[in-house]
């Protein structure tokens, strides 16, 4: 045997057990597995995302259109609500419903918290002229104000999104005769 040159011992080398190996294995499925189920999450989430931006842009649209296209407003809009189908290529498994309602305002003694009993001033001439000056201005206000809901359903899935907004009738005629 040569003189400085030594048998290796066991204690000296260098690598990986076959136990190590096994542990860093399993930690790193573990991660792998929790992260590609995070990323399934992710995707059905924004499957979601993109049908509810779907359903915003169709509700959207339908309410430009009923802006730009007011219909005439009469008692009987109120019970028009009926539901239609999309006539788009892209969009023929939604259908849309348009409802309309007048708006309604309270009685001046509701507002108030008042019944006309509370209010020993009601038969004097301030207050008839306030009860008149608001009866007209109800009558108006409710004239010419509406409200539309446009409500757009997948028909395959019934997941469904509504809008709402208020729209004027320009065609109302106002009374402003308060015969004084």
Known sequence: MVKGLTKP???NQKGFTLVEVMIAL??????????????????SNSILMMEDITLHNLAESKMNEIILNPPV????LENSNKSKNFKDEGYKKYKYTIEYKKLEIPDLSQLM?????DNPNEESRNGAIKKMVF??????IE?????????????????????????????AQLDTNFGF
């Open 9 to 11: 011992s066991l204690s």
């Open 135 to 140: 009866k007209k201005l109800k009558l108006n």
């Open 143 to 171: 004239r010419i104000l509406w409200q539309v809901k446009v409500t757009i359903t997948n028909t395959e899935t019934d997941y469904g999104y509504e809008l709402t907004s208020w729209i004027t009738n320009t065609e």
């Open 26 to 43: 399993t930690i790193f499925a573990v991660f792998i597995s929790t992260f590609l189920m995070s990323q399934g999450t992710n995707i």
């Open 113 to 117: 918290g008042q019944s006309e009993e």
């Open 73 to 76: 407003f009469t008692n009987g």
